[in-house]
């Protein structure tokens, strides 16, 4: 199965800064890499489909890009409800597998 | 609006089964496919399996066939999900997500709640 890491494991960022996080894949993925925002306590909440398109309701300072086996999601000015833990999923190959996480917390 | 509600918490001893049932509404039901998804205590997401909603097609994480099994009610728009021989290790948050419409590989749109499953002694 497809192997999928992320770095950092947490990253810390004051709030109106910008948070980069990366995603990689142990082979190609092509475009079918998603992302997802995990809030403490939540269920997760789509953010990023095909590599670099917002979900519905996403705000615009979500961006993505990417293609292959390497990914990135940047936040441009995190606010307070952008803390939480960022997964990564790649959808290409069976079984569809996740990133481990990466937990983005207030600086 | 669209949503999936899923069933309350679930105490288990080990060897026994849990089903845990997952609702949507606000959308046609069949035209896609539910996907379950578990996170144990303080973990990442791994993903358990996916059902069709219009047929009887199932694809299931290797290293839970034989003792998973999902099916979907039509008439109530409810999928569900059985997991047998239940371990400690198998404690564990149950999410059902519903796939974009693209099948088994594709990315999940939305997000039931949550169940959470606690097998102890």
């Known amino acids: 199965e497809i192997v999928m890491t992320q770095s950092p494991v947490t990253q810390s960022v004051s709030p109106g800064e910008r948070a980069t996080l990366s995603c990689r894949a142990s082979q190609s993925v092509s475009s079918n890499l998603a992302w997802y925002q995990q809030r403490h306590g939540q269920a997760p909440r789509l953010l990023i489909y095909?590599?670099?398109s917002r979900a519905t309701g996403v705000p615009a300072r979500f961006s993505a890009s990417g293609s292959g086996s390497e990914f990135t999601l940047t936040v441009s000015s995190l606010q307070s409800e952008d803390f939480a833990v960022y997964y990564c999923?790649?959808?290409?190959?069976?079984?569809?597998?996740f990133g481990q996480g990466t937990k983005v917390e207030i600086k | 609006q669209v949503q999936l509600v899923q069933s309350g918490a679930e105490v288990r001893k080990p060897g026994a089964s849990v089903k845990v049932s997952c609702q949507a509404s606000g959308y046609t039901f069949i035209s896609y496919g539910i996907n379950w998804v578990r996170q144990a205590p303080g973990q990442g997401l791994e993903w358990v399996g996916w059902t069709s909603t219009y047929n009887d097609n199932t694809d299931y994480a290797q290293k839970f066939q034989g003792r998973v099994t999902m099916t979907t009610d039509t008439s109530t728009s409810t999928a569900y999900m059985e997991l047998r021989s239940l371990r400690s290790d198998d404690t564990a948050v149950y999410y059902c997500a519903r796939d974009g419409g693209g099948g088994v590989l594709w990315f999940l749109d939305v997000w039931g709640q949550g169940t959470t499953v606690t097998v102890s002694s």
């Open positions: 999923q790649q959808y290409n190959n069976w079984p569809p597998t």
């Open positions: 095909g590599a670099s």
